[in-house]
């Protein structure tokens, strides 16, 4: 599309690529946050996927949670199998996703990224996460993050 960001014109092609079925929105505002995203769409804070990724120990490790939960990173670690979890640097997070804080996408990083997903998530019929810009976002349901993710199934909190 013109004058699309280049982060969200990869998205739309590998959410194609993926056969993700959702709909791509650009929103006037940056909604980086789970609460401005909701608020947006008019949808409950627990509909959005937050894609927090993670360091551990300079692997990236992403976390698909749901907006109305905070990762619990010990708990999180222990289940994953990993010594420990800490926040990425806004620099980390743009050298494994090509994206931003606030606009990461669960798909379309420069290489495959570990991924997990909250089960609060599968409560929803329709999930909202970031496509690859905190302007942009997608509708998509929790079978069909798994399927494009190959994420895993943690209880984050």
Not at 112 to 133: C, E, N, S
């Amino acid at each position: 599309m013109a004058n699309e960001h280049p982060a969200v014109t990869s998205f739309r092609g590998q959410l194609a690529r993926r056969g993700g079925t959702g709909d791509v929105i650009i929103l006037p505002d940056s909604v980086h946050t789970a609460i401005l995203a909701s608020q947006a769409l008019g949808c409950e804070v627990g509909a959005i996927a937050n894609s927090l990724l993670f360091d551990a120990g300079g692997q990236p490790v992403l976390i698909l949670t749901s907006g109305a939960h905070r990762v619990d990173t010990a708990k999180a670690a222990d289940l994953i199998g990993l010594g420990r979890l800490q926040r990425a640097s806004a620099d980390f997070v743009k050298q494994h996703t090509g994206q931003v804080i606030g606009g990461v996408s669960p798909i379309a990083h420069p290489a495959p990224v570990p991924t997990w997903i909250d089960t609060w998530l599968r409560r929803h019929d329709v999930v909202w996460a970031a496509a690859g810009h905190p302007a942009a976002v997608f509708s998509t349901t929790f079978e069909e993050l798994v399927e494009m993710t190959g994420a895993v199934e943690i209880e984050v909190e």
